[in-house]
Nanobody
């Protein structure tokens, strides 16, 4: 069982930056793939970025070049650095985790609100 707690959300103007953090419980964090998803009002949840246990990363097209996902295994924390934010990035951002080899993300945080004003 893994518990995830997001932090770092807030209100920012267009063009600004935010860094989300996701603290994970558990002693085997380094063997989990981690991801960030988001859900905007009236829309389905969508993938933003993921980082495997190996450190390799994947991004949605909307995040490429602006967002960076990283992890610190010693701190059992995953980060999402978001630059050049746009109003369309407004959403609740969720951290997720899955065991290596499992196809779908198994554990989810409670979400962090990110609001980008124009």
């Amino acid at each position: 069982q893994v518990q995830l707690v997001e932090s770092g959300g807030g209100l920012v103007q267009a063009g600004g930056t935010l860094r989300l953090s996701c603290a994970a419980s558990g002693r085997t964090f380094e063997f989990y793939d981690m991801g960030w998803f988001r859900q905007a009002p009236g829309k389905e949840r969508e993938f933003v970025a993921a980082i495997r246990w190996s450190g390799s990363t994947t991004y949605a097209d909307s995040a490429k070049g602006r967002f960076t996902i990283s992890r610190d295994n010693a701190k059992t924390t995953v980060y999402l650095q978001m630059n050049s934010l746009k109003p369309d990035d407004t959403a609740i951002y969720y951290c997720a985790a899955k065991r290596v080899g499992v196809s779908k993300f198994e554990y989810w945080g409670q979400g962090a609100q990110v609001t980008v004003s124009s």
